[in-house]
């Protein structure tokens, strides 16, 4: 069931297809973040599908400490408890040992936290990570890491990947395990590993090539986005990207901007995820194919045209730049709501766009027209 297509390359830029137990993911693919199984905003599964939403993404760390994964399991598992019918990967849990590097210790065995709701301790290493993610039934468990920061030694960094590549080999021991039992809720439950290393483009490349060698379902670039210039993490895209096998898709986790994601698919990338579009709708800041503007900003409060012309999300299809300003000015749920689903449905339909450049073998030119319009400036 579990496959995956490359079907064209147009330079470095891929145009793929996977097909999962839960139904098939066209990539380069954009994945909503519902942390604790919701899109912050008040976006429904619905919503989602109506945004053109293939793929969300929730987080094991947050799922474990509140509801619990074990509640979630009783119920039926995370796509069932959530009512979503498309795929779900689960992160590890993994970035909350960088996130919350003042509240944790990392050992061999995993690491200890102490919970950012209660402060109670939690324990969590490959094994209870990997067992979370089954219990949560997931389409895609992620390998438990640990993200160093970019700026961090190169001895730490060194011996960190060393003892995320031992990690990865118990995750997949563990997956493995769980995918044979009799009352496992997703038995074809996916395990992408996750390559770390900083900035150090030997600690990279060996990293990449180690863990190409466990042939897993897919691979992940994670550690950047944490410190690192951009201009440092494209870098770190063409020297890595090359050294994971062609035939399995490529996550840049947390990343990023819309001209982030163009310059990734650029470089071979497959996957993202980011909170951006969803955190900076709910402070008012709204992408368009020419950049992201705040709709706070009194210049809009008689504007009647939609947030970007020709856009075809909910809030574009109806209301007014001047009545969703008045919307979130005035406190109102529906103007946050209105910001997510536009946000959304914009980076949802550039990943369309990306996936018919590529297939028309005009992803250069796209590339460097999207480049060249969009600025990060006010309208």
């Not at 994964?69 to 970035?95: A, N, Q, Y």
């Not at 503007?293 to 809030?315: H, L, V």
């Not at 709501?337 to 946000?343: I, M, T």
Request: negative net charge.
């Amino acid at each position: 069931m579990n496959k995956y297509t490359l079907i064209k390359k147009d330079g470095r830029a891929r145009r793929g297809r996977l097909e999962t137990v839960h139904g098939t993911v066209e990539t380069p693919v954009f994945m909503n973040v519902g942390t604790v199984g919701a899109i912050k905003g008040a976006v429904s599964t619905e919503d989602l599908k109506d945004i053109g939403c293939q793929i969300e993404l929730s987080n094991t760390y947050h799922l474990h400490v509140r509801t619990g994964d074990e509640v979630i399991k009783r119920l039926g598992g995370l796509h069932k408890f959530m009512v979503w019918d498309r795929p779900i990967l689960t992160d590890s849990g993994g970035f909350q040992v960088f996130s919350l590097a003042t509240l944790r210790k990392i050992k061999e065995e995993g690491v200890t936290f102490a919970s950012h709701i209660d402060g109670h301790k939690i324990f969590m290493g490959p094994e209870e990570s990997i067992r979370i993610q089954s219990n949560l039934g997931s389409t895609i468990a992620m390998a438990f890491d640990e993200c160093p920061d970019a700026r961090s030694e190169r001895d730490y960094v060194i011996d960190s990947v060393h003892r995320t590549q031992r990690w990865l080999v118990r995750c997949k021991t563990e997956l493995d395990r769980l995918n044979s039992l009799s009352d496992t809720i997703n038995k074809e439950q996916m395990l992408f590993g996750i390559n770390q290393g900083a900035v150090f483009d030997d600690v990279r490349i060996e990293n990449a090539e180690y863990i190409t060698e466990l042939d897993l379902d897919g691979y992940a670039i994670g550690g950047l986005a944490v410190g690192e210039t951009h201009e440092e993490m494209y870098h770190i895209l063409d020297i890595t990207v090359p050294h994971l096998p062609e035939d399995k898709p490529v996550y840049l986790m947390g990343v990023g901007t819309p001209v982030n994601i163009v310059e990734a698919v650029y470089r071979g990338v497959d996957f993202f995820d980011c909170v951006y579009p969803s955190r900076n709708a709910r402070h008012g800041q709204l992408y368009t194919h020419h950049g992201k503007f705040n709709i706070k900003n009194a210049k809009y409060a008689e504007d009647m045209r939609p947030i970007e012309g020709g856009c075809n999300c909910p809030a574009c299809r109806t209301y007014s730049r001047a009545y969703i300003r008045h919307l979130i000015k005035a406190g109102e749920m529906l103007g946050l709501r209105l910001c997510v689903l536009h946000n959304l449905y914009f980076y949802n339909h550039l990943m369309e766009e990306i996936r018919e450049a590529i297939d028309e073998g005009r992803y250069q030119s796209f590339h460097d027209e999207f480049i060249s319009e969009y600025e990060e400036t006010p309208l």
